[in-house]
């Protein structure tokens, strides 16, 4: 596999292959040729300016000057965000008794939305009347969505710095903000509801759920995710399907984001409600997302059970349904069998022995055979299936044969670092071994179930004697032992298909048969 490449000012491409356990090359592309290989030089004098105007601002964000205040004060409104952004931090280091009265005194609506910013960064929490009142004028129509989007995260990061707003400006502000909700721009809409479910604006679990069914329904990509068109992916055969697979099976990713917010709603809900919210539970954890999805979206519904009177529990508990790692693993097909404890050289055998010279598959075969031994729970196959282990859609193109079916017969002879397990020996003498989920200083949160990503254990940093990497992979060996011959062989086919029922492998059988 390629692993990195980079151009140096000799002229020439450097570029390296490699993987764990295989071979590593490092390769030179030159050119030979009488042509001039000088470099054309590439100048934009404005670009240059812009820069230089930009680097002039950086030298304060480290320095207390007199000559800072009225240099970064003339660019918080510049065009240019960078200078924008360079012009406010030169700010937030100078005194700030010495330019806290210059914000009171402008009046230009993108100087007051930077400068609200600085103020939050660096002012006395005191100041968030006074901050809110000149920031209230500014009207959101009169602005790009970008400085839009600007004004709604310099609200939030008062309300972050300075905490919630006294009674009067609160008031004032929701008012504002509510009579922009909702906006036709999903960028603008995201930071307007959360602004407004801070401010428990009157009627916003109500407008809240309107947007989750809204957004269900028109099956909203969130902007910038989406980023390849089709067009894009049909100039690679090898990459292109994938990346349209993925697309197509996308979960309704701006209704999702509703899905979250709402999860930390506390007041306003009426039965009604939470009935269409946790409904729609029950049917976006059917989407497919893969198995990390799955698990992310019940962990949203956990949160949103929270708020749920205790009394009413069961109710929607029932009416949300709930993903469990073993309801997904009761879903998958049992093998057809029987198995037996196959040796290695009963793999070299079935794999590559006359066995497969009359072998007949198909598509369906495969898929089936690849769900009966569990590969999805813990690896993606074009976009579908948990995280806990490799994907393994382009497998077939950077491991070979041998080492492909190897690394499933026996997990342990190879573990990738990336997805190892960490050995943790406490005090007490007891082991255990997992995945590092997070680590603080005091604590480890660990996911010792691979097949549970869910079931968590918390050690105590002060109760471990020692930590290393797991010799055991997390991968259980014995897993083809559920499957006969043949499911053996439609699972490596599979594999090597990289789960394309298109390919090769699948399309050319057809036609001889």
Excluded at 295 to 307: F, G, I, L, S
Aim: charged fraction near 25%; include cysteine; glycine fraction near 8%.
């Amino acid at each position: 596999p390629l692993t990195d490449m980079i151009a140096r000012n000799d002229g020439n491409l450097y570029f390296a292959t490699s993987g764990r356990g295989l071979d590593s090359h490092l390769y030179r592309l030159r050119y030979i040729g009488n042509e001039n290989k000088t470099a054309l030089k590439v100048e934009d004098s404005n670009a240059s300016a812009l820069r230089q105007r930009r680097k002039e601002l950086e030298k304060y964000h480290s320095l207390q000057s007199e000559v800072a205040i009225p240099l970064a004060w003339m660019d918080l409104n510049h065009q240019d965000r960078f200078i924008r952004y360079a012009a406010r931090v030169a700010l937030e280091h100078q005194p700030i008794d010495q330019w806290q009265q210059k914000y009171f005194e402008e009046q230009d609506p993108i100087k007051l939305i930077e400068g609200a910013i600085a103020l939050a960064h660096q002012g006395d929490n005191a100041l968030e009347g006074s901050i809110l009142e000149k920031l209230d004028p500014i009207k959101l129509e009169l602005l790009s969505d970008a400085q839009k989007i600007a004004l709604l995260r310099a609200y939030a990061l008062l309300f972050i710095r300075m905490g919630e707003p006294d009674a009067s400006h609160g008031t004032a502000t929701t008012k504002k903000l509510q009579s922009y909700f909702p906006h036709a721009n999903n960028a603008v809409n995201r930071e307007l509801a959360q602004l407004l479910l801070y401010l428990k604006a009157e009627g916003i679990t109500q407008e809240l759920v309107g947007q989750l069914e809204k957004h269900t329904r028109e099956k909203t990509v969130t902007e910038g995710i989406q980023m390849l068109s089709e067009e894009t992916t049909l100039r690679s055969e090898q990459y292109g399907p994938l990346i349209r697979d993925v697309i197509a099976k996308m979960p309704p990713s701006e209704a999702i984001y509703y899905g979250l917010l709402l999860s930390h709603d506390e007041i306003g809900w009426t039965k009604p409600l939470r009935e269409k919210y946790f409904s729609w539970f029950f049917d976006v954890l059917g989407a497919k997302g893969g198995m990390s999805f799955k698990a992310y979206m019940e962990n949203v519904r956990q949160q949103a059970m929270t708020n749920v009177p205790e009394a009413e529990k069961s109710y929607f508990q029932e009416l949300s349904g709930v993903y469990t790692p073993s309801s997904a693993i009761a879903d998958l097909p049992q093998p057809i069998g029987p198995g037996r404890n196959y040796t290695g050289e009963d793999m070299g055998d079935i794999i590559w022995g006359d066995g497969m010279r009359d072998y007949q598959s198909s598509f369906a075969d495969g898929e089936r055979a690849y769900q009966a031994a569990m590969c999805t729970l813990c690896h993606r196959m074009r976009g579908e299936g948990g995280a806990a282990g490799p994907d393994l859609t382009q497998a077939h193109s950077k491991f070979g044969s041998y080492d492909l079916m190897f690394a499933i017969y026996s997990p342990n002879d190879d573990i990738s670092d990336q997805y190892a397990n960490t050995l943790f020996e406490m005090k007490d003498g007891e082991k255990i071994a997992g995945r590092i989920k997070s680590e603080d200083g005091e604590h480890i949160t660990l996911m010792p179930n691979p097949f549970n990503e869910s079931y968590t254990v918390h050690l105590a940093k002060s109760e471990i004697s020692n930590r290393s990497l797991s010799p055991i992979s997390p991968m259980p060996p014995g897993l083809l032992n559920r499957l006969n011959e043949k499911e053996i062989k439609d699972l490596f086919v599979y594999l090597r298909s990289g789960g394309d029922a298109n390919h090769e492998l699948y399309t050319k059988k057809r036609e001889v048969n």
